[in-house]
């Protein structure tokens, strides 16, 4: 390989940016960090990038997670999270299967439902959304929340599932049919296998924006108990800046920020080939 | 049972329940939102009167959806700059460029797309606090008085303010994607500029953008769409449409008005307004943007 005739001072700009936009990134999180660590005079008299003086006041995040009901928040949140991946992947997973490899006009049509599904937006629904709902009985039930996560996350799998299977050999079916597996037994036990990255990918995209997702979980949830760690912290930011709780404000945040980070860096693979995968081709 | 009919039932029970499932909870609530939008209905009460198009005239003499609308567009003419031009240097500067520590980039500037808005939200809402925030003290830095300004509540800044947390948030995602674009053009075709002495700005111009034109295309048209559907999350943490009004956009002030003031069937209306206005920017960014393309085959 050649070596790039790139000049020195190109050189000098590019690193540049890239250090600016890393701090740019970085800095409001590291402030959120020694934020958290403050208490009331160190906000009002000190500078705001000043480091938190000691003895650091760890206190701040074991007052929000117990005053707050945080442990409880990240509970919802996960039970919600978990249930709305599987539910959402199953369902995405077998009816993919039969979109990419039986075509008929019917299934068709259904592919198409479901992609044009994604461009419209969810908020217009919204409003009859919490009328069926409240209906059902499913108004402040973490079950209504996993039913409409699951819904909405259909398109997206849907979407890149069909494409997955569809890069999947043929010959491996056709196997299993002649050694005399019937259609659900190929599916479960030979084509699922062969799709796990494929599934994971959607998973962990859809379990991101579940776990993130505002809106719903604060039209369809008021009772407090049953918060979601998004709604939570709406609702807590209103009461501590009213309570000028600064430091514990700000370790809340902290605190819904750290597992997604640790998620993101054990799965930072399968997040970038479903970002891929997703836009739309 | 014949081959046949065990292949129906197949396909019958792997996509029925689950067609039917999102039927209810996805399409239904989208056209009852339509039906809903001809109604006067406050949502708890049993009393619903059909009214035809009557939302939608109020709606259009309505200042502040008008307001609203402008803003939608600010975001996205904002977001589609702002977004794309630093997306596309970051991603030419990981592969291309070979800045040193490239997957390193690549990790931490795709951190701020994982993080909940809510949290975003609050977070910048606090940046931007005139007396606990960073930015008027480090502005202060730059400056012989101590910068005071309130970023949030000054109607001609909120808006500015509420734009750069929206970019901040967005740029990983797609720099990922474009660096993907870059990753699948063959080497070869860049071994071979380099032996014709192109200079790196010439392959950029004229093969790296290009080629990767496609994908910035359905970037640019994802920004839009995500900004006109989703971006009212933002401005409703941040600033809740304020100050008077100077920061609404259509889908945060369907929420105000359908779960604040419950004008439930006026709600709606700006939904179908919404839903409208993204198809048509949808149309016509799509007509201009492969016009382009022919223009450049």
Redesign the interface.
């Known amino acids: 390989m050649i070596l790039h005739k790139q000049n020195l001072f190109g050189r000098i700009i590019t690193n540049a940016v890239l250090y600016l936009w890393t701090a740019a990134v970085l800095y409001p999180l590291l402030w959120t960090l020694l934020a958290s660590l403050k208490d009331n005079p160190q906000f009002l008299l000190k500078e705001p990038w000043t480091l938190p003086e000691f003895p650091l006041l760890w206190s701040n995040f074991t007052y929000v997670w117990s005053k707050y009901g945080f442990g409880s928040f990240f509970l919802n949140s996960t039970i919600v999270t978990l249930s709305s991946i599987f539910l959402s992947v199953f369902l995405a997973a077998t009816s993919s299967y039969v979109l990419a490899r039986f075509a008929f006009k019917a299934g068709q049509v259904m592919y198409y439902l479901y992609l044009s599904a994604m461009m419209i937006p969810m908020i217009l629904g919204l409003i009859p959304l919490f009328f069926l709902l409240n209906d059902m009985g499913l108004i402040n039930t973490l079950l209504g929340l996993v039913i409409v996560y699951t819904a909405s996350a259909l398109p997206f799998g849907i979407f890149v599932l069909v494409s997955f299977f569809k890069m999947l050999p043929k010959e491996l079916e056709e196997a299993a049919y002649i050694d005399g597996a019937g259609y659900s037994r190929t599916f479960f036990s030979v084509m699922l296998p062969l799709a796990r990255s494929g599934l994971i990918s959607v998973g962990i995209m859809n379990g991101l924006n579940i776990w993130n997702e505002y809106i719903m979980g604060t039209v369809f949830i008021n009772d407090p108990k049953l918060y979601t760690l998004p709604v939570g912290i709406a609702v807590m930011q209103t009461e501590m800046q009213y309570r000028t709780e600064w430091g514990p404000l700000f370790a809340g945040l902290l605190l819904s920020i750290i597992p997604v980070i640790i998620i993101y860096f054990i799965f930072q693979r399968q997040i970038a080939e479903g970002v891929t995968a997703g836009a739309v081709k | 049972m014949s081959q046949q009919t065990?292949?129906n039932a197949?396909?019958a029970?792997?996509?029925l329940?689950?067609?039917l499932?999102?039927c209810?909870?996805?399409?239904?609530?989208?056209a009852?939102?339509?039906h809903?939008s001809l109604f006067d209905w406050s949502?708890s009460s049993k009393n619903k009167h059909f009214i035809g198009l009557d939302n939608f005239r109020e709606l259009f003499n309505d200042p502040i959806i008008w307001t609203a609308i402008k803003n939608d567009y600010f975001l996205v003419v904002g977001k589609v700059i702002g977004i794309m031009l630093?997306a596309t240097?970051?991603a030419i500067?990981?592969t291309?460029?070979?800045?040193?520590g490239s997957g390193f980039?690549?990790?931490?500037?795709?951190?701020?797309n994982?993080?909940?808005?809510?949290?975003i939200g609050?977070?910048?809402r606090?940046?931007y606090n005139p007396?606990?925030?960073?930015l008027n003290?480090?502005l202060s830095l730059f400056s012989k008085e101590p910068v005071q300004l309130t970023w949030l509540g000054t109607e001609n800044l909120a808006m500015w303010s509420l734009l750069w947390p929206s970019i901040?948030a967005g740029?990983g995602?797609y720099m990922?994607?474009l660096i993907?674009a870059i990753l699948s053009i063959p080497a070869e075709l860049y071994?071979a500029a380099?032996?014709d002495?192109a200079?790196?700005s010439k392959q950029f111009w004229s093969m790296t953008l290009p080629l990767i034109w496609g994908?910035i295309k359905?970037?640019i048209?994802?920004v839009v769409?995500t900004t006109?559907?989703?971006s009212?999350?933002i401005v409703w943490?941040m600033t809740e449409g304020g100050p008077d009004n100077s920061t609404q956009v259509m889908?945060s002030y369907?929420?105000q008005m359908?779960?604040r003031q419950y004008h439930?069937g006026y709600?709606?209306a700006i939904?179908?307004l919404?839903?409208t206005v993204?198809?048509i920017t949808?149309l016509i960014l799509q007509l201009l943007l492969n016009r382009d393309t022919t223009e450049m085959a």
């Open positions: 065990r292949r197949f396909i029970v792997f996509l329940p689950t067609f499932f999102f209810l909870f996805a399409l239904y609530p989208i009852k939102g339509i809903i949502g630093l240097f970051f500067a990981v291309r460029l070979r800045a040193a980039y690549r990790s931490i500037f795709f951190i701020p994982i993080i909940s808005v809510v949290v609050v977070l910048w606090y940046v007396n606990l925030g960073f003290s480090f901040w740029i995602f990922i994607l993907a071994e380099d032996l002495g200079s790196q994908q359905i970037s048209l994802h769409m006109l559907n989703g009212f999350i943490i889908g369907l929420y359908g779960f439930m709600a709606a939904g179908v919404i839903l993204s198809l949808t």
